[in-house]
T-cell receptor, first 115, second 109 residues
Framework: DSGVTQTPKHLITATGQRVTLRCSPRSGDLSVYWYQQSLDQGLQFLIQYYNGEERAKGNILERFSAQQFPDLHSELNLSSLELGDSALYFC??????????????FGPGTRLTVT | TQLLEQSPQFLSIQEGENLTVYCNSSSVFSSLQWYRQEPGEGPVLLVT?????EVKKLKRLTFQFGDARKDSSLHITAAQPGDTGLYLCAGASDEKLVFGKGTKLTVNP
């Protein structure tokens, strides 16, 4: 158990809909990272928040957005969903702000299926 | 975009065999990490290598970072069924991690 929690574990929704994925970091960690994992693209970095502020951006679509709240939990919002958005979405956390300098602890993921 | 190519993509071996998986790039990375991911779970960090030519051992696993810091290998000695999983390498670049697509290892009893 990494200490990072994600809800829900599974999510099935239809094209065009909007969903929210939730992540609670490990106690004491200030950074939250979101990743998307699909069979063809592998694990892709989406976005990072550090202590409530956006810190780094990766391959995140404009239909996707995220935020980190004062209690440090984070939400990833996915809208106008397409079939190709079906994937595993992972949240990770670390104590520091540099994504390459601190160990990232991954949650168990949310499996999103868009039908 | 920096890419990390992992090979082989799939590997199925018998218990007790040795194996090596590779992680290659045309880009230089300041450090490289190896993760193992089991079905239904997130990746778990195994090791970080920082210096070109560095070799790190973790029980039966040996990790090597290439001299030019563009590639890395993971060697497993006497593989066991518990080693089954997806092995991911990740390079550090611009304060972010770039992941390869992974090698899916199956160790049969």
């Amino acid at each position: 158990d990494s200490g990072v929690t994600q809800t829900p574990k599974h999510l099935i929704t239809a094209t065009g809909q909007r969903v929210t994925l939730r992540c609670s970091p490990r106690s004491g960690d200030l950074s939250v990272y979101w990743y998307q994992q699909s069979l063809d693209q592998g694990l892709q970095f989406l976005i990072q928040y550090y202590n409530g502020e956006e810190r780094a951006k990766g391959n995140i679509l404009e239909r996707f957005s995220a935020q980190q709240f004062p209690d440090l939990h984070s939400e990833l919002n996915l809208s106008s969903l397409e079939l190709g958005d079906s994937a595993l979405y992972f949240c990770a956390s670390s104590v520091g702000g540099r994504g390459d300098a601190y160990e990232q602890y991954f949650g168990p993921g949310t499996r999103l299926t868009v039908t | 975009t920096q890419l990390l190519e992992q090979s082989p993509q799939f590997l199925s071996i018998q218990e007790g065999e040795n194996l090596t998986v590779y992680c290659n790039s045309s880009s230089v990375f300041s450090s490289l990490q190896w993760y193992r991911q089991e079905p239904g779970e997130g990746p778990v960090l195994l090791v970080t290598v920082v210096t070109g030519g560095e070799v790190k051992k973790l029980k039966r696993l040996t990790f090597q970072f290439g001299d030019a810091r563009k590639d890395s290998s993971l060697h497993i000695t006497a593989a066991q069924p518990g080693d089954t999983g997806l092995y991911l390498c990740a390079g550090a670049s611009d304060e972010k991690l770039v992941f390869g697509k992974g090698t899916k290892l199956t160790v049969n009893p």
